[in-house]
Nanobody, 123 residues
Framework: QVRLEESGGGSLQAGESLRLSCAGSGYDYDTVCLAWFRQGTGKEREGVARIVSDRNTRYAESVKGRFTISRDTAKDILYLQMDSLKPEDSGMYYC?????????????????WGQGTQVTVSS
């Protein structure tokens, strides 16, 4: 059974940085694709970034150049480094797992979700 637990959310000012973590278990790195999604108040859940390997990552256009997804396979932790944060980055951030063969930044592709961690960015 896949388990995902996010941490690291908080409240901060625009322009600041934050790193989210997701402790995971129950999956095989040879077959899994890990990702971050977010959902702002009154908005649909959207894909932020996904990682298959260190050389195979994808980002939403809105976060390219500001966010970095990475993973520590020895510790089974997924990270999302968020720099130059904007108020529109506010929302609940979710860690997600997908099959590597169906790995898209779309909620419908996700097989397992974490509970989420809140990020609030003030202007």
């Amino acid at each position: 059974q896949v388990r995902l637990e996010e941490s690291g959310g908080g409240s901060l000012q625009a322009g600041e940085s934050l790193r989210l973590s997701c402790a995971g278990s129950g999956y095989d790195y040879d077959t899994v694709c890990l990702a971050w999604f977010r959902q702002g108040t009154g908005k649909e859940r959207e894909g932020v970034a996904r990682i298959v390997s260190d050389r195979n990552t994808r980002y939403a256009e809105s976060v390219k150049g500001r966010f970095t997804i990475s993973r520590d396979t020895a510790k089974d932790i997924l990270y999302l480094q968020m720099d130059s944060l904007k108020p529109e980055d506010s929302g609940m951030y979710y860690c997600a797992a997908m099959r590597r063969t169906w790995c898209f930044l779309e909620p419908s592709a996700v097989t397992d979700w974490g509970q989420g961690t809140q990020v609030t960015v003030s202007s």
